[in-house]
Antibody, heavy 120, light 107 residues
Framework: QVQLVQSGAEVKKPGSSVKVSCKASGGTFSSDTFSWVRQAPGQGLEWMGR????????NYAPKFKGRVTVTADKSTSTAYMEVSSLRSEDTAVYYCAREIRDNGDFFDSWGQGTLVTVSS | DIQMTQSPSSLSASVGDRVTITCRAPQSITSYLNWYQQKPGKAPNLLIY???SLQTGVPSRFSGTGSGRDFTLTISDLQPEDVATYYCQQSYITPYTFGQGTKLEIK
């Protein structure tokens, strides 16, 4: 497992963008895969997208394609997720998670979550 | 998208009980099924991966079975600390999808 530490809570206006960071330690960042999962208040878990670092590939849920961008900076072992054109329905806790892609694909490590509140 | 159906949505059981949660996929996902536990205000925690493999550090009272479309998470000898919401997740194909969750309470 790795330790994932996310950036702090954000309050954003509708129509703006937010970028959440996820710093990893204790693993081999450059060959890892990181997913982003969100959870609206009182709701379930929703997978948004991921970045595979070796080879470099990104995948997005159709619902978020074009509005969500997942990137990574190998020099700082940090993954990022940016959501643009924010609306009130994007108010949620956003989690990063490391995906193990061996013997089944699963999320073995999670960040602590970042609350993003979208409000005018 | 593969829509995962979990049941029940909530349940209440006594300490020491055996509890079963089921998850069904609309098509075969072979063994690409994972189970997570989420306690209030916390991130999810992996319990079972690849349908039946127990994650390191998870108590042996948790077990998973199934393949194809139907899967089960069993908690034997329910403990007070098992109060949580449980989610199944398919990793057969992206977009990955989760079940709607099962909220487990102690009687």
């Amino acid at each position: 497992q790795v330790q994932l530490v996310q950036s702090g809570a954000e309050v954003k206006k509708p129509g703006s963008s937010v970028k959440v960071s996820c710093k990893a330690s204790g693993g081999t960042f450059s060959s890892d895969t990181f997913s982003w999962v969100r959870q609206a208040p009182g709701q379930g878990l929703e997978w948004m997208g991921r970045i595979i670092l070796l080879p470099l590939v990104t995948n997005y849920a159709p619902k978020f394609k074009g509005r969500v961008t997942v990137t990574a900076d190998k020099s700082t072992s940090t993954a990022y997720m940016e959501v643009s054109s924010l609306r009130s329905e994007d108010t949620a806790v956003y989690y990063c998670a490391r995906e193990i892609r061996d013997n089944g694909d699963f999320f073995d490590s999670w960040g602590q979550g970042t609350l993003v509140t979208v409000s005018s | 998208d593969i829509q995962m159906t979990q049941s029940p949505s909530s349940l209440s059981a006594s300490v020491g009980d055996r509890v079963t949660i089921t998850c069904r996929a609309p098509q075969s996902i072979t063994s690409y099924l994972n189970w997570y536990q989420q306690k209030p205000g916390k991130a999810p925690n992996l319990l079972i991966y690849a349908a039946s493999s127990l994650q390191t550090g998870v108590p042996s009272r948790f077990s998973g079975t199934g393949s194809g479309r139907d899967f089960t998470l069993t908690i034997s000898d329910l403990q007070p600390e098992d109060v949580a919401t449980y989610y199944c997740q398919q990793s057969y194909i992206t977009p990955y999808t989760f079940g709607q969750g099962t909220k487990l309470e102690i009687k």
